[in-house]
C-alpha cells in the first residue's frame, strides 16, 4: 500500500507561482509512475502533468499547463513536485497527487492506484 500526502497549496494572485509537493510511503516509489490531476468546481478531474517511473525521463503536460508548469521527483526523498508558475485564475482547482503501478507514465484517472487527499489552489485575478 502506497500513501501519498500533498502540500504546498494555497492562494496566489494571478501570475504568481506554488510548488506543490507529495510525499509518499513506502520502498516502491521509484517504480511508480507519479502525476498530477486537479478538479476544479463542477468539473471533472482533468490531467495536469506526469513524470515515469525510475529516472523521471519522461514527462508530459496538458496543453492548458505546458510552458507554465514542471512536474519533478527525488526517488531520495519519496517526493514528486510541481512547480506552477504563471499562474492563471482557470487553474483554480484541488490537486490531486496520483501514482500508478504499471505504466510507464500516468496520464488517465483510470490507471491510477492511488490518489492523495488533494490540496487547494486558489488564483485571484
Known amino acids: 500500500q502506497v500513501q501519498l500526502v500533498e502540500s504546498g497549496g494555497g492562494l496566489v494572485q494571478a501570475g504568481g507561482s506554488l510548488r506543490l509537493s507529495c510525499a509518499a510511503s513506502?520502498?516502491?516509489?521509484?517504480?511508480?509512475?507519479m502525476g498530477w490531476f486537479r478538479q476544479a468546481p463542477g468539473k471533472e478531474r482533468e490531467f495536469v502533468a506526469t513524470?515515469?517511473?525510475?529516472?523521471?525521463?519522461?514527462?508530459y503536460y496538458a496543453n492548458s499547463v505546458k510552458g507554465r508548469f514542471t512536474i519533478s521527483r527525488d526517488n531520495a526523498k519519496n517526493t514528486v513536485y510541481l512547480q506552477m508558475d504563471s499562474l492563471k485564475p482557470e487553474d483554480t482547482a484541488v490537486y490531486y497527487c496520483?501514482?500508478?503501478?504499471?505504466?510507464?507514465?500516468?496520464?488517465?484517472?483510470?490507471?491510477?492506484?492511488?490518489w492523495g487527499q488533494g490540496t487547494q489552489v486558489t488564483v485571484s485575478s
Open positions: 496520483a501514482a500508478a503501478r504499471g505504466p510507464i507514465v500516468v496520464v488517465a484517472t483510470t490507471a491510477v492506484d492511488y
Open positions: 513506502g520502498r516502491t516509489f521509484s517504480s511508480l509512475a
Open positions: 513524470i515515469s517511473r525510475s529516472g523521471g525521463i519522461t514527462t
